[in-house]
């Protein structure tokens, strides 16, 4: 029921079933720095919010938000986290950083197919591991985006164990042209399909918050035909 | 000595089985200096591969490396194909090297080709004489970790060559890497 009733929430036409987001075009520039300062982001539609589909996980739910916004050269993310202890360890381009309190994009920027998509994950360090995946299956991490602009905020201290943080933010700017390979960048009227999703802790069954429910079993984000879509408009 | 003739005219392939390659382990170290001169190499049969001017790859593999050395008697660059297996996925990683001895990787899946993919670690060396060239090869394994992390001796990969802009084959197409000590 709470869940049918995030999903109303989010205005999900239900016989899809998956969220759906309208990607306004950026009015001002955005300094990717990882504070999400209103004048930047006034133009974008209503922030979403993140589900916990999964019973499994243990642990405070802590909330979390994403806006986006597009122009002619990049998508711009934001998300804004409630955190109460805020972790990360990995330092190491390309190492595993979902294993820390990390935000993450997964986009189909061809969704006639489900195969193949672009995923970028980054920690609160700021420590990016992108990918194509294939068939939700393989994650291809020698390929690298170029030219991704990285802004983190940390409300609180991190690695410290004991105080209590009140949360995290993310700004993400992510180049067009990085998917040339696959499809142009979006005119008005595009539909991508994506996910964005939250790890939260470092602990067994911490937790993992999804826009789109995967409707997998296990606590995992990679289901590409369950993605939402990203509406690109004026 | 081991001469294979890989994908001859495509109507020669109808009922040909799977061409087949050993790919020995390196017996002695191999210094990458465009020179497959090293005595580990002589262990090594040559592939012909079909181009307009002959040209020939032989392969090795250590705990660290798996190494190739091509002589092509034009300047045309060179195209490596390798699928590693298992999994069972179309997806296979190429790498265009050209006698300047610059190397340009990419991904594959489908007819999909991404360009924004770099290998880790490689060592690639030329030596051009004229028009013809010969080149050495020395790809880390980790570079195919996230299609498979099985390598050396007993398992069984495919790959394809291919000179200059010529369209890959399909993938059934490829021949039969195996791996032996």
Redesign the interface.
């Known amino acids: 029921m709470t869940k049918l009733a995030a999903l109303l929430a989010l205005n999900a036409p239900l016989f899809y079933g998956a969220p759906r987001y309208e990607v306004h075009r950026a009015t001002a520039p955005i300094t990717i720095d990882g504070k999400i300062d209103p004048p930047e982001w006034s133009a974008a539609s209503p922030a979403f919010e993140f589900l916990f589909p999964w019973d499994s996980q243990t642990g405070e739910k802590q909330k979390t938000h994403a806006r986006l916004l597009w122009d002619d050269n990049y998508l711009y993310v934001a998300y804004e986290a409630e955190d109460n202890d805020v972790t990360a360890q990995v330092q190491g381009r390309d190492d595993f950083v979902y294993r820390d309190d990390t935000a993450e994009i997964f986009l189909n920027v061809k969704p006639s197919q489900t195969?193949?998509y672009y995923c970028v994950e980054v920690n609160v360090r700021g420590v990016v591991m992108d990918?194509?995946c294939?068939?939700g299956?393989?994650?291809?991490?020698?390929?690298?985006?170029?030219g991704l602009q990285v802004g983190v905020h940390i409300d609180g201290t991190l690695n410290m164990r004991g105080d209590r943080d009140r949360g995290w933010s993310m700004e993400l700017a992510i180049p067009w042209k990085?998917f040339a390979?696959?499809a142009p960048p979006p005119h008005i009227g595009t539909v991508f399909t994506a996910n964005l999703n939250r790890w939260d802790g470092t602990e067994p069954h911490r937790r993992l918050s999804v826009w789109a429910d995967s409707k997998l079993n296990w606590p995992h984000p990679h289901a590409p035909a369950n993605f939402g879509e990203l509406v690109f408009v004026k | 000595m081991q001469r294979l003739a890989w994908l001859l005219a495509a109507g020669a392939l109808v009922a040909a089985p799977p061409q087949r390659y050993e790919v020995k382990r390196a017996a002695s170290p191999i210094q990458i200096d465009g020179k497959a001169d090293e005595p580990a190499w002589e262990a090594a049969g040559k592939i012909e591969v079909p181009a307009p001017s002959p040209t020939t790859v032989r392969l090795l593999w250590d705990d660290n490396f798996l190494y190739l050395a091509f002589e092509c008697e034009d300047s045309d660059s060179v195209v490596i194909q390798i699928h590693p297996k298992p999994?069972q996925?179309d997806?296979y990683?190429g790498l265009e090297i050209d006698r300047r001895a610059t190397g340009r990787?990419f991904?594959r899946?489908?007819e999909?080709?991404?360009?924004?993919?770099?290998?880790?670690g490689v060592r690639l060396s030329t030596y051009v004489e004229g028009h013809a060239w010969t080149a050495e090869v020395a790809i880390p394994w980790n570079?195919f970790d996230?299609?498979s992390r099985q390598h050396g001796a007993g398992s069984t990969w495919t790959a394809n060559w291919g000179r200059g802009s010529a369209a890959p084959p399909p993938l059934d197409q490829f021949g039969e890497l195996v791996f032996v000590k």
């Open positions: 195969r193949l990918y194509v294939i068939d299956q393989y994650y291809m991490r020698r390929f690298d985006l170029e990085n390979d696959m | 999994p996925t997806a990683i990787a991904l899946v489908g999909y080709v991404f360009r924004q993919f770099h290998l880790q570079n996230d299609l």
